[in-house]
């Protein structure tokens, strides 16, 4: 592992965003609702931009934090940055930052993502008294709008083309929804998959597209692997310790918040997922579970956030302000990706409804069936909240 590039950004960052073609990174203000834009060159990074920068520091924890903190999405072809903080929705581009227009003024629209053809900006929840229980499409050319299915934390593509995945989350459980990577508005389809309680990270795919992560939740510091396109699990674990349970201890407490919840990405070689850790180390970690290697990245500060570059590398941050490229190398999209979307939409359609007792649901190990959640009255100590919940609920019924 070769350091590339080096800069100390002023600024601790919790979260990297590198745009999906071009040598752009988008990095979060842990002290504002702030992002700071990088631009990076062989031996070189150099910040040309920012969004927020003025703003004032975090003032509370929590849910306010939470509100406060702005989301962006990078266009899929062009250098425009798109940021939305609850209250207006900018667009950064080296030139200058600009407001959108046409975008309603709800005050509430929480998560942006751009459309694959960049043409339509997607916004959630659309906001209103019914608002949270969908979103707004935004035609960029026309101004013109619509509703479109509820979604939250993020839209991913699929690095082969062809797919989409996002998140449908609530406090029970969590669904992972995909979408065809056409048209305007999502349209999730029947099979899905169910996670444990809320909180999550969106999916982020290794670059052969065969397998995919999910970093949360919001009660312990859990990272999932399942198969694409079967979907299943081949890999759960907590970083650092697990939850001892309500109420919680503040040691244990103060140690998990020290893993950044944006700490996870795959590298070149497939089923390799790349993980920062508190200690300032990067561990590579076998998805078989047969072998992990570790290095030290950032001596003496902690990984605050990780992600990888188009082109390949890491790109590492840390408590201390470093922003570091990192050579690991990262294999493309393989003809098995297309195949693999071809084979996961072949075994399902299009939602009529997007309701748990209506899809076809797996938690990557079991699965259910329309109407089998209708039938479960009995839950054991082992099985997730949700479903002990869902029997509990038939049960009474």
């Avoid at 581009?93 to 043409?119: C, E, K, L, M, Q």
């Avoid at 590492?316 to 190398?329: E, F, H, K």
Wanted: contains cysteine; glycine residues 10%.
């Amino acid at each position: 592992m070769e350091t590339l590039a080096q800069i100390r950004s002023g600024a601790t960052l919790e979260r990297l965003l590198c745009h999906p073609r071009l040598p752009l990174i988008a990095g979060w203000d842990t002290e504002r609702p702030a992002i700071r834009i990088w631009e990076y060159a062989i031996g070189q990074l150099r910040e040309i931009g920012a969004v927020g920068v003025d703003s004032t520091v975090y003032d509370a924890a929590g849910y306010d934090r939470f509100k406060r903190t702005p989301s962006a999405a990078w266009h899929p072809d062009e250098p425009q940055l798109v940021v939305a903080d609850g209250n207006s929705t900018a667009c950064w581009t080296p030139a200058n930052t600009s407001r959108i227009d046409g975008v309603p003024p709800t005050g509430y629209h929480r998560n942006v993502a751009f459309s694959p053809d960049g043409r339509t900006l997607w916004l959630s929840p659309a906001g209103g008294e019914e608002g949270w229980e969908s979103s707004i499409t935004l035609d960029l050319a026309s101004g013109a709008t619509a509703i479109g299915p509820r979604w939250d934390t993020g839209v991913v593509a699929y690095p082969g083309g062809g797919l989409l995945a996002t998140l449908q989350s609530d406090q029970g459980a969590t669904l992972v929804l995909f979408s065809r990577d056409t048209g305007p508005v999502l349209r999730p389809m029947r099979r899905a998959l169910v996670l444990d309680c809320d909180g999550y990270e969106i999916p982020t795919f290794s670059p052969d597209g065969r397998h995919f992560a999910v970093r949360g939740n919001a009660y312990d510091n859990s990272l999932e692997v399942f198969e694409f396109p079967g979907l299943r699990r081949v890999l759960g674990l907590t970083l650092g310790e697990p939850s001892p349970g309500y109420p919680y201890p503040q040691e244990w407490l103060d140690r998990m918040r020290a893993w950044s919840r944006h700490n996870v990405a795959f590298g070149a070689f497939p089923g390799v997922l790349w993980i920062g850790t508190p200690d300032g180390a990067v561990i590579g970690l076998e998805i078989d579970g047969k072998r992990v290697t570790e290095f030290e990245a950032l001596p003496g500060s902690a990984v605050t956030a990780l992600t990888t570059a188009a082109t390949g590398e890491l790109i590492i941050a840390g408590r201390d302000g470093t922003l570091r490229v990192l050579s690991v190398g990262r294999a493309g999209p393989s003809e098995a990706s297309t195949a693999a979307v071809t084979e996961f939409l072949a075994r399902t359609s299009e939602a009529r409804v997007v309701d748990m007792d209506q899809l076809d649901l797996t938690d990557g190990t079991r699965t259910w069936q329309p109407g089998d959640l209708g039938t479960v009255t009995e839950a054991s100590e082992s099985d997730p909240s949700w479903l002990k919940i869902q029997a509990a609920m038939n049960r009474l019924a």
